[in-house]
């Protein structure tokens, strides 16, 4: 009897289980809910390959919403999506570009701020500079003025061999040539001395602006206050 008795209880239990073994097994099927070409909601298990693309929901057998799958994207959306990708991409660029200038501009600045007090410090270093350049220039005018001088006596040299119907001597022409070549040196130094004076002073000029623009504050008067008038009562008859 006792025996029976633990068998009904071992089948009971059992029996209880089933329900929830059956539960948990439902529910690691999965379904698949879209509409179709009509527009109507569709719920199947298995999901047809010409949808797959239009978006769709994988729910649960109690109809909870698992997971979204969003439409395949067409050509011009996935085209539109890399155009706005770029354009993020070369905005990002040029704002690291202009950081970075910012902070270079920061350091001239500084540097620009230490090293003048006032516009005439940096007028007295534009003209230093200029000064020192029109001495290169004009130790080269002198050397240009020798070598031609030089290739005068050459020419009249060569002409008189010309005339006596001799040969030119070899030492003669390499001086000619020579003496020729160093003016074209010279007067090509002289020009890229006139370049440098130009951009000196554009480079100058620039600094001076910078100057006033970081310095505008200073310049700038500072406010008188308007006085606050004061009532002052009308002064008595005399008696």
């Known amino acids: 009897m006792r025996k029976n008795w633990i068998k009904i209880s071992l089948c009971s239990s059992l029996l209880g289980l089933l329900p929830v073994v059956g539960f948990a097994a439902t529910e690691t099927h999965y379904y698949y809910r879209y509409k179709d070409t009509d527009g109507h909601q569709v719920i199947t298990s298995t999901l047809p390959s010409d949808v797959a693309d239009q978006g ?7 109809g909870n919403v698992i997971k979204t799958v969003q439409p395949a994207k067409t050509k011009e959306e996935i085209a539109q999506d890399e155009k706005a990708l770029e354009e993020k991409r070369k905005a990002d660029l040029k704002e ?5 200038q910012a ?5 001239k600045d500084d540097i620009l701020l230490k090293s003048f007090s006032n516009e005439d410090d940096i ?4 003209d230093e500079k200029i000064a020192s350049i029109e001495v290169l220039e004009q130790i080269m005018r002198e050397n240009i003025t020798r ?17 006596a119907g001799q040969k030119i001597p070899d030492s003669l022409e390499k001086t000619i040539s020579e003496t020729q070549r160093q003016i074209k040196d010279n007067e090509a ?8 004076k130009e951009n000196i002073h554009t480079k100058y000029q620039g600094l001076i602006d910078r ?15 308007t006085p606050t008038p004061t009532s002052t009562s009308a002064p008595s008859k005399a008696p």
Do not use: G
């Open 56 to 62: 769709y929901d994988i729910i649960s057998p109690r």
């Open 123 to 126: 007028i007295r270093s534009r």
């Open 103 to 107: 902070e270079i501009q920061a350091k």
């Open 147 to 163: 070598l031609n001088k030089q290739l005068k006596e050459a020419n009249e040299s060569k002409a008189t061999f010309v005339q």
């Open 189 to 196: 130094f002289i020009q890229r001395k006139t370049i440098e």
């Open 96 to 100: 690291i570009e202009n950081k970075k």
């Open 211 to 225: 100057f006033h623009q970081l310095n505008k504050h200073e310049n700038q008067p500072s406010a008188t206050p």
